[in-house]
């Protein structure tokens, strides 16, 4: 049973717009999430968290938004660069890092961004 | 720069032939994991060492094994692989925080790892 879900494999978007990836949860316990990012024969590489304490966190161009009721968060990408196309991966814990619970990361949305 | 190397990056075993995978890390990190990625999947964690404390993920089959000799290095052994285990294994790392939960982790490259 998959308890973090993202249920669009893949997203294309223009040059310059907003990318949005979405991702949801079902377990009410996770406090902690986190977006990766993958680049082709590379590892995942941490991008940006929230804690369930906040239901914004921004960081530059990407903005992660919780929204805790609906168990769901989002990345919002503006403007989005040819460079950010990659594989996303939407995770969550138990604890700040995954201390508890570990991570628990989705299938992923392979992001394209069309010049 | 600091940084989560694996070695191989492909490795091409045949069934039943125990292979041993290679995670090393330049980060001092005390908290090392090792997951599994098969195709179109979400990463999937097999175990972590906390130090030299092993902790296996209660759906991890006997099949996979691991060691730890010192901080900088952890080996993911698969004793008798089969054409199932056929995935992308992963490592990272993670330290601890002084509120006792670790900090974010860090991923090496992946090893992809073929069963013929």
């Known amino acids: 049973d998959q308890q973090v879900k993202q249920n669009s494999p893949s997203l294309s978007v223009q040059e310059g717009r907003i990318s949005i990836l979405n991702c949801d949860y079902t377990?009410?316990?996770?406090?902690?999430f986190l977006w990766y990012k993958k680049y082709p024969a590379e590892g995942p590489t941490f991008l940006i968290s929230?804690?369930?304490?906040?239901d914004k966190n921004e960081d530059g161009r990407f903005t992660v938004f919780l929204n805790k009721s609906a168990k769901h968060l989002s990345l919002h990408i503006v403007p989005s660069q040819p460079g950010d196309s990659a594989v996303y991966f939407c995770?969550?814990?138990?604890?700040?890092?995954?201390?508890?619970?570990?991570?628990?990361f989705g299938k992923g949305t392979k992001l394209s961004v069309k010049p | 720069d600091a940084m989560v190397i694996q070695n191989p990056r492909y490795q091409v075993t045949q069934f039943g032939k125990p292979v041993t995978l290679s995670c090393s890390q330049t980060?001092?990190?005390?908290?090392m994991y090792w997951y599994q990625q098969k195709s179109s999947q979400a990463p999937k964690l097999l175990f972590h060492?906390?130090?030299?404390?092993?902790?296996n993920e209660a759906d991890t089959p006997d099949n996979f094994q691991s060691r730890r000799p010192n901080t900088s290095f952890c080996f993911l052994d698969i004793r008798s692989p089969g054409l199932g285990d056929a995935a992308m294994y992963l490592c990272?790392?993670?330290?601890?925080?002084?509120?006792?939960?670790?900090?974010?982790?860090?991923f090496g490259p992946g090893t992809r790892l073929t069963v013929l």
């Open positions: 377990n009410s316990m996770f406090d902690y």
């Open positions: 990272a790392t993670s330290r601890d925080l002084a509120s006792g939960s670790t900090d974010t982790q860090y």
């Open positions: 929230i804690s369930s304490i906040k």
């Open positions: 995770a969550a814990s138990r604890g700040y890092g995954g201390s508890q619970g570990n991570l628990i």
């Open positions: 980060l001092n990190h005390n908290v």
């Open positions: 060492y906390y130090d030299k404390d092993f902790n």
